[in-house]
């Protein structure tokens, strides 16, 4: 650990290398199964578990996890359900998640440093913020591993893939629990309001012309990487918080995506 504490910039590279490539990843997935505004939702669940996970002395990434499968059961449902005030409903959930967190900090009495987890500080994370990395980054290469073939089945057809045996709604929660693990573990880089820019962006480019989901998912890794790398070193260089810089070079590479007129 003396190595890491000498080199601290260490650790918020490598956590700033696996989010890059990881986030985009999982946007990929997620954008080709239209669920991207879900993601949404869950990433502003994460908040009052973090409150409620601190107020019981317990690891906050295990509350954030928790909250944000609960938004992820709550988002399958309203899903399923396709009611056509389905957006309304979803972005109020989504205030109303976000707000009772905030309320939770002072009822509850806890400390919580809320600018770094909406936005990230990623040059003080920790061996801990590390670890959360790896392990989102391990469950999702297992998901990928046990489940590609059906979770490309599910994005092309849906209903065809549940009419032959695939058990949709138990994918769609891996999906939510893994998505829940990814927002948890970027909270270091980039803060779970500012992950959705880093889920989103790099998958927009990398989905152009790719023959298949997993060429998109290698490519939006490869521009989330770049993207995270010069957004990191920027910010080291003009002593800028990485998080939102990073945010703002994925705006600006939306214009290297090709104007379809």
């Keep these: ?36 505004l879900q993601v949404n939702l869950i990433s502003h669940c994460v908040l009052p578990g973090l409150a409620l996970a601190m107020a019981l002395g317990l690891d906050p990434s295990i509350g954030g996890v928790i909250s944000g499968l609960i938004g992820a059961i709550a988002a399958e449902s309203l899903t399923n359900k396709k009611n056509q ?11 109303g998640s976000m707000g009772l ?21 990623l040059l003080t994370a ?3 913020d590390l670890l959360r990395t790896l392990i989102a ?3 999702f290469i297992c998901l990928m591993f046990f489940g590609y073939d059906k979770l490309v089945h599910i994005g ?10 695939v058990n949709v709604s138990f994918l769609n929660l891996a999906l939510g629990f893994t998505t829940a693990l990814v927002i948890v573990s970027s909270m270091s880089a980039v803060g779970v309001i500012l992950v959705i820019a880093l889920l989103s962006t790099p998958t927009l480019l990398g989905l152009q012309k790719a023959r298949s989901l997993w ?6 890794s490869i521009f989330g990487l770049i993207l ?32 379809n007129r």
């Design 228 to 259: 995270s790398l010069i957004g990191f070193s920027l910010a080291m260089f003009l002593n800028l918080p990485p998080g939102p810089l990073i945010s703002v070079l994925c705006v600006i590479s939306l214009s290297l995506l090709p104007n």
């Design 137 to 139: 980054f391990s469950v």
């Design 85 to 95: 005030n389905y957006e309304a409903v979803m972005n109020t959930i989504l205030a």
């Design 1 to 36: 650990m003396s190595f890491f504490n000498t080199n601290w910039w260490i650790i918020p590279l490598l956590i700033t290398s696996f989010s890059g490539i990881l986030c985009p990843a999982m946007g990929t997935v997620l954008i080709t199964h239209k669920r991207l």
């Design 101 to 121: 967190g905030v309320l939770l900090i002072p009822l509850l009495g806890i400390r919580i440093d809320l600018e770094a987890v909406l936005f990230g500080d």
């Design 156 to 165: 092309l057809d849906p209903e065809g893939a549940a009419s032959s045996g």
């Design 126 to 128: 920790n061996f801990s």
């Design 215 to 220: 060429i998109a998912m290698v490519r939006s």
